[in-house]
């Protein structure tokens, strides 16, 4: 009957066993598990899982007076997500499930008739319709110009929670405005 | 027996092939502290600490008292082992704490450094509109006990207007970095606020406000 050490269970033959081959294959195969399990951890150390991901420099089509989800053109890079294949990249999803800081920039691109308010967004928590993060922009006097926006926030995500989402709302007369995103994630803990 | 190597494994020698249990035993525990160690600081690095606050229905804010400082009352996540929510503490506000209770006996140090504050919350006139009234988030981080003036803001405001153009959900956004270099009793608190005269403001469910540690702002080697 082999004892075993506490922490990560390596096998190990008693004093007064007989000991065979089948013990120090034992032994081996334990300690090289032990090795793999604090090397995964020091890999995800060294790689902590991030990604930007961004739309063309035309931007997307966003009509007047709908919440447009952003679809993404372009991977700038990818460590640790699931993003898909050109050219439908909606959303962002970590393999990982855990807490994430993200961040979207959005900067409307063209002139419209009139702005009145416009938003932007980052979803994802536990699909609930609540956002990671939200602002707003009101204009009191007349104007054909949104301004830049950025929102920033810490979501919970992964693999069985959510992916991560950019949303951009406006009202105002006649347009599409297009809108340019950039939008990035990066891990910062387990569940 | 000997010890080789930079990690002092223990290596059988010529006159021990009688003790090879004790020796794998011996050499199995030491690997298996060894490991465990390292396992133990590199979960440490990547358990970031970090706490989220949130609430999770719809709350009004009414004419009359415009200003809550009471919104967030639920903890969302929370890994750390010195962060928390104080519900009604001082009274009338709850605080995000770092470390143990301002003024009490500190039990609880907090890791001294950088830290990332934010928040988001939506905000929807119940019923008229004042044009451009205002909808506010501001976060306010009190670090009784630090020994040196702060760097950096110690507040964030995001304050945003409803133009009454229909449809409401007017988003506040606040994210800032505060070094707290002290040893206990910060207090986060997050007044949420807005100047609707003509009707009570929601703040829908889900608002969320997170403190995340990053890490020591200078790193002192010994050598």
Redesign the interface.
Known sequence: MPGVTPTFGIRFPCQGEQIECDDFRDFAEDVDAALADVSALRTLALNRPSAAVRTFDAGMSCPAGAATTIIFDEVLYNNGMFISATPIKPAVLPLRDGIYMCSAEFSPVNAVTTVTLQSAALHGDLGTAAPIARRSLARSVATTDAYPMNVSGVGVLGPSLSPLSAVWTWSGTVGPMFVYCHMTIAFICDL | MQTIGTHDLACVGEEDYA????Y??C???D???K??A??SA??S??????I?VTNPLDTVVTTGAPTIATLFNTV??N?STFMGLALNSPAGANTITIGSPAGAAVTVPYPRGVY?I???T?MTAVGAVTA?SR?GLNITVQDPTAVVPPLGPREAV?Q????G???G?????V?FEVVLDGISGVTVTLNSYHTNAASNVTV?????A?V?YVGPRDIVEVT
């Open positions: 003790a090879l249990a004790l794998m035993q050499l199995g525990k690997i298996d502290s490991l465990g390292q396992r590199l979960q690095f990547l358990d970031r600490p970090t989220i969302h996540f890994n990332i934010g928040g988001t939506r451009f909808r995001d945003t207007y409803d133009p153009v229909g449809g959900n007017i988003g506040q956004n994210k829908h469910s889900r608002p969320f997170y995340t």
